[in-house]
Antibody
Framework: EVQLVESGGGLVKPGESLRLSCAGS????????MNWVRQAPGKGLEWVGR??????????DYAAPVKGRFTISRDDSKNTVYMQMNSLKAEDTAEYFC????????WGQGTLVTVSS | EIVLTQSPGTLSLSPGERATLSCRAS???????LAWYQQKPGQAPRLLIY???SRATGIPDRFSGSGSGTDFTLTISRLEPEDFAVYYC?????????????FGQGTKLEIK
């Protein structure tokens, strides 16, 4: 069974940093493209970014609102993808989900990030 | 950037009825890279349809997707109680080695 477990969320002040993790199991993690999607409270879904698998170049893409502030990386030895979030803003407050694949066929349950002074 | 507009915003129907949800793109979607997701309160989204019309693993055949270009539809043939949720369309486009995704704003399917 595919499982994705996010962690690392919490309450931070504007301008601070946070690193989210997503641990995967039940599938060949090293071959998977991994995505981050967020959902502000009561709002819709917003794609944040994605890292391809190492065989596909391990390249990253980001949505415009986070480009230059967020960085996605992966450690296939730990079956884990990370998202380093710097210079956080109030509008980054959201539930953050990781999801696998070109289309998002498996999702974690999310981790809440709150940015507030 | 492609903008996806879903309609209606809210759809009120009864179990057993047919639901038709629309997703319109501001410009032609890359090939047929259009997906649909279902999200229930407090849960992560679930992939229903990809490639505009292919059902994801384990999705009942009462769910079907259609469309191309800029107009796409998700149809639920006979609503079951568990189908009442929020539905999102998503386009994904690979160009010049990059992949970009956008979601529609969602359609809430509620029990009448």
């Amino acid at each position: 069974e595919v499982q994705l477990v996010e962690s690392g969320g919490g309450l931070v002040k504007p301008g601070e940093s946070l690193r989210l993790s997503c641990a995967g199991s039940g599938f060949t993690f090293s071959n998977a493209w991994m995505n981050w999607v967020r959902q502000a409270p009561g709002k819709g879904l917003e794609w944040v970014g994605r890292i391809k698998s190492k065989p596909d170049g391990e390249t990253t893409d980001y949505a415009a609102p986070v480009k230059g502030r967020f960085t996605i990386s992966r450690d296939d030895s730990k079956n884990t993808v990370y998202m380093q979030m710097n210079s956080l803003k109030a509008e980054d407050t959201a539930e953050y989900f990781c999801a696998t694949g070109l289309v998002f066929d498996h999702w974690g349950q999310g981790t809440l990030v709150t940015v507030s002074s | 950037e492609i903008v996806l507009t879903q309609s209606p915003g809210t759809l009120s129907l009864s179990p057993g009825e047919r639901a038709t949800l629309s997703c319109r793109a501001s410009q032609s979607v890359c090939s047929t890279y259009l997906a649909w997701y279902q999200q229930k309160p407090g849960q992560a989204p679930r992939l229903l349809i990809y490639g505009a019309s292919s059902r994801a693993t384990g999705i009942p055949d009462r769910f079907s997707g259609s469309g191309s270009g800029t107009d796409f539809t998700l149809t639920i043939s006979r609503l079951e109680p568990e189908d009442f949720a929020v539905y999102y369309c998503q386009q994904y486009c690979q160009q010049y080695g990059s992949t970009l995704y956008t979601f529609g704003q969602g359609t809430k399917l509620e029990i009448k």
